[in-house]
């Protein structure tokens, strides 16, 4: 039973899309091992550039390849449908979406999600290990495949359906783009006063550490937190464009949730 | 004249309020071995609990307050003044807040500015020695000796006018005020899904580690930084209340910074 197990894993994988995730996920297998045995990207530098570095070969057609333990689709959401039709229906294919569900796409016999909750930039090292992977598949065996896969590089994985990984998802962008684009809007803020952003890295971190012990709620502070409207107004009318309206909203938000409104 | 900055040192403090800076910083003063001498507060429980806590003494009135190397002021901003005009004139004074101004208090000999850059909550510890504090007093000799006093708490200590520091305070309640109710919402959003909010803290942890590396503009990833609409769409149409909205606002602004609007 284990020696079938053993036989059974995904041991080279196909690569489709270079963009963040699948240039991660290439480096992250081969560093365990896994090989990547083909990249596909609709931008041919790219994939000539990750091809060298796995060593390996740039895919020209995906209707040509032929043999292997799984096609990992790494496209934006728009144009998984499009990939998944012009692959070879004999193929196992897995997708990296967080929004994108199991039922919206062409069936097909082995058909699954691998899906990493983690932001990705090709310019950032990265170490998976701790990052969450959401597995799913309507193929128990083909799902436990892709799970065993995913614990390869992995320590946090685990079996969620398309509805779960979506809401997932949508929390993601909150905690994930919306404080990172946060931080952007500060910068600029503190910037175009001749302030160093800097300083503000340690109440960055502080505002994350907090959350190994308590809650985002009991956490809160600051002049919504404590009803103060006199602080609140005036940095509100210090603020202008963009900036102003998301200071309003947001303090507005925190000020009803703390009973000052 | 090192011997005489020694003698000049501020050695004992009265603290006014005990809320979450007022506590935390009475506890630093005390690990560093500057004494708390003496506690006011307006909620007199809190007053002899902080007072027991650093054996000390509870102050009954502002004005009876005879000799202290410092009388520093960690109430909300609105009672500021009140408090600095009850206080004799003879008293060293200095204040906690980001957001008043220097020259909006009465004058006096010697008053100052000790803000922290941080936030603080009365159940979280915290390493005080990275903190920032901003310090202003138009008495240049007495604002030495707040710098001299914050640098026996943090490693990390500097001048700062008080636009300066107003304009910090805006970028701070952003970067810790916003972006942790940015985490509440999240976390509301998951509970009401049956999941768990822990399995975005990698995430969450990565988003700030990233800015060790990258600009928060480089950091940027997601559907907004995409431009994929679909994607954000059936996101705000899976949402309500104020998350759509703020879930709106922000896409839209990731949108216009990267030119997909």
Redesign the interface.
């Known amino acids: 039973m284990y020696f079938y197990r053993l036989m059974d894993r995904i041991k080279n994988i196909t690569i489709v899309g270079t963009g963040?995730v699948g240039s991660h996920l290439a480096k992250s297998f081969s560093v365990s091992k896994i090989k990547v045995n083909g990249i596909f990207s609709r931008n041919s530098e790219n994939a000539q550039s990750l091809a060298n570095t796995f060593k390996t070969d740039v895919i020209e057609r995906l209707d040509s390849i032929k043999k292997t333990d799984l096609v990992l689709i790494c496209v934006?959401?728009?144009v998984i449908i499009e990939v998944i039709k012009q692959l070879p229906k004999s193929l196992p294919v897995a997708y990296t979406s967080g929004?994108v569900k199991l039922d919206e796409l062409p069936k097909r016999d082995r058909l699954g999600v691998f899906y990493p909750?983690?932001?990705?930039?090709k310019?950032?090292n990265?170490y998976i290990s701790?990052?969450?992977f959401l597995i799913e598949s309507d193929n128990n065996e083909f799902g436990e495949r892709l799970f065993q896969l995913a614990e390869q590089i992995s320590s946090?994985v685990l079996y969620a359906d398309s509805?779960?990984r979506?809401?997932?998802?949508?929390?993601?962008?909150?905690?994930?783009?919306?404080?990172?684009?946060?931080?952007?809007?500060?910068?600029e803020?503190?910037k175009s006063?001749d302030?160093d952003?800097d300083?503000?890295?340690?109440?960055?971190?502080?505002?994350?550490d907090?959350?190994n012990?308590?809650?985002?709620?009991?956490?809160?502070?600051?002049?919504?937190?404590?009803g103060?409207l006199?602080?609140i107004n005036?940095?509100i009318n210090?603020?202008k464009g963009?900036?102003k309206?998301?200071?309003s909203?947001?303090s507005e938000?925190?000020l009803?949730?703390f009973g000052n409104k």
């Open positions: 963040n934006p959401d728009d929004s909750l983690q932001t990705f930039s310019k950032r990265l701790n990052v969450p946090k509805n779960d979506y809401q997932l998802h949508i929390a993601a962008v909150m905690v994930n783009n919306f404080t990172n684009h946060i931080y952007d809007l500060a910068d803020h503190v006063n302030l952003f300083l503000l890295i340690p109440l960055i971190k502080e505002t994350v907090k959350l012990t308590l809650s985002p709620f009991e956490a809160q502070t600051g002049p919504a937190k404590r103060d006199n602080v005036k940095h210090s603020l963009e900036t309206d998301i200071y909203l947001l938000s925190i009803r949730k």
